[in-house]
């Protein structure tokens, strides 16, 4: 081994890209339905480069590398994340403020026990990362502390039971949500027959249910022409309409109109017809659905938006990404103009937008960077990764800047932080093989388990008892915003695997994941700067 080892150091690069190959082939393996995903990269790294050390042999990845895979991990995740999050901000305020409560909690305690047990600042700071299960935290731990090596050490023994203790948690959750009535409604199209002699306004409907339904299609009579009806138009009796959105609301329209009909407008397709568009334009990119003036230009109307495998009503205020596929009705002989319009090319899913790309990395690795004065006069820096993350999040959010598109396609930015994120594992681990085994050695190991464990506790037990019976969330939410908080996919993975990939678990899954992410990055760049 040591000949393999000395060609290992000598190539960091073929390090790099074995720890990703290798890492990730046993991150697959599964048991019980549970594996450790990208985490198998940080182990394997800490593994064999605590293996050569026994030789006097350093395998390193160089932490330049380290930065990039980081920096557009979380590039990308703001990218993704930038409409929920400001979303959340003002419609899950509750629930928000008490994770942020529960985070400061745990910290504290933890600073508190670590201290006493003789823990210095940035081993905790390390196992607050560890004990959360937040890599871009154990980065800005690092950065804060300037002794990544250390805090990596107490991220790698506090994560084990970061991940089975918040796994015990979303169980629990589960045991009690089977009989839960917050299940969100799938997406439904049903055709209405009107009853109704009052000639009720689409507009005064569709203001009525906050834009959350579309109608799609109106036909007067029997054997009338199909058309897309206008906010204008009114109903009347024996008319029939297409209602596409959530099914419980599709539902209340048929009860408020009259009555669901065995006819299906959407089978007759030579007035108007339907078909899926990739957005591959990047004029369009970045504009909101009301923008975009459907109805003027081509007397149709977008009734879904599909993005990555999640389909969403077509709302008004929906900005449309590059790779979206969106769903339009709009008459057959409108289609060809339709499609040349939005591109339709496959070239939308995977165009990283290198402007976007690059501008934004580089305004947040230079904000990231910025100098920022304290009441005590000293100076400190938020860090890359929380640079390149906000400015991901607003990047995303308002989606165009003039002519410049500013979000990236879903599918690109998967790529990109799931890239991002094993290369940053791979240079993290391998820096912090040498000091594991002196961890263990030492006996330091059961002090970082304890406080790791006390703080994954504070905030399993604090999310279970405030979530449960002071915003009476049901299980199945609860027990996907549970991986949320933790910003851990195998949480998200053994909760889907046991509700067969319920609509609930990723509602509360994406109600956090965003808020959790930027907060966990903070606490520990606090902490890791103490």
Known sequence: MVTVFELLAEQPILFLFLLVGAGMAFGHVKVRGVGL?????????????????????????????????????????????????????????????????????????????????????????????????????????????????????GYSIAYLFGVIGMMAAAMAALSYGRNDKDTPSPIANRTIRVEREDHPSIGDLYEKLESKVTFSRLRRGETGPISHPSLSDTLDAGDLVTVVGPRELVARVATELGHSSSHSLTQDRSYLDFRRVTISNPHVAGRAVSSLDMEKQFSAVISRVRRGDVDMVAQPETVLQLGDRVRVVAPTSKMREITKFFGDSARGLSDLNPIALGLGMALGIAIGELPILTPSGEYFSIGSAAGTLIVGLVFGRIGRIGSVVTALPFTACQVLSELGLLIFLAQAGAKAGCQISEAFTSGAWLNIFIVGALMTSIMAIGLYVSMRWFFRMGGTQLSGLIGGVQTQPAVLAFVNSRTNGDPRVALGYALVYPVAMIAKILIAQFLGGL
């Not at 905790?124 to 004990?131: D, E, L, M």
């Open 37 to 153: 995903g990208a985490a198998a990269v940080l182990f394997l790294a800490i593994a064999l480069a605590a293996w050569a050390e026994v030789y006097d042999i350093e395998l390193r990845v160089t932490p330049q590398l380290g930065t990039l895979g980081l920096t557009l991990f979380t590039f990308a995740i703001g990218i993704n994340s930038g409409a929920s999050f400001f979303h959340n901000l003002r419609t899950a305020v509750g629930p928000l403020l008490t994770m942020l409560a529960l985070y400061v909690l745990a910290a504290g305690t933890g600073l508190f026990v670590g201290q006493a047990l003789g823990m210095d600042i940035p081993l905790i700071a390390g196992t607050f990362a560890g004990s959360m299960t937040n890599t871009p935290a154990l980065a800005a731990a690092g950065e804060a502390s300037g002794l990544l090596e250390r805090a990596t050490v």
